[in-house]
C-alpha cells in the first residue's frame, strides 16, 4: 500500500507541474485575449488624449480671439480717448489727470 501511494503522490506531482508548464500551443489562447484586452485599453487611453487634444486646441484658439478683442478694446479706449480730448478739450487740460472716466465722474465744481 505504501508503494502505492507514493505512486499516487508522484503522479500527481507530475501533474501539478505540467498545469504549471503548459506547451507554448496552449498558452496562446490566453496570451491572444490578454493582448487582446491590452490593446482595447491602449485604443481607448488613445481615443481619450484624441478628443482631449481637440479641446485644448479649441481652448487655444479661444484664447488667441480673446487677446486680439481685448488688444482691439484697449486700442478703441485709447482712440476714444484721444477724440473726447480734442473735442473737450476743457476736460482734458493735461495729459496727467487720469483717464477720461475719471475726469467724467468729477461734478463741474472740481474741474
Given at each position: 500500500m505504501d508503494k502505492l501511494t507514493q505512486e499516487?503522490?508522484?503522479?500527481?506531482?507530475?501533474?501539478?507541474?505540467k498545469s504549471k508548464c503548459k506547451p507554448p500551443?496552449?498558452?496562446?489562447?490566453s496570451m491572444d485575449i490578454e493582448n487582446k484586452h491590452i490593446e482595447d485599453m491602449l485604443l481607448t487611453i488613445f481615443q481619450?488624449?484624441?478628443?482631449?487634444?481637440?479641446?485644448?486646441?479649441k481652448i487655444r484658439?479661444?484664447?488667441?480671439v480673446l487677446?486680439?478683442?481685448?488688444?482691439?478694446?484697449s486700442r478703441s479706449i485709447q482712440l476714444i480717448g484721444t477724440l473726447l480730448s480734442h473735442v473737450m478739450p476743457h476736460l482734458y487740460q493735461s495729459?496727467?489727470?487720469?483717464?477720461?472716466?475719471?475726469?467724467?465722474a468729477k461734478p463741474k465744481s472740481e474741474i
Open positions: 499516487v503522490e508522484e503522479l500527481e506531482v507530475m501533474s501539478k507541474e500551443i496552449e498558452q496562446g489562447g481619450r488624449l484624441n478628443k482631449q487634444d481637440r479641446v485644448l486646441e484658439e479661444n484664447v488667441e487677446n486680439q478683442m481685448s488688444g482691439s478694446h495729459q496727467g489727470k487720469g483717464s477720461p472716466n475719471d475726469v467724467l
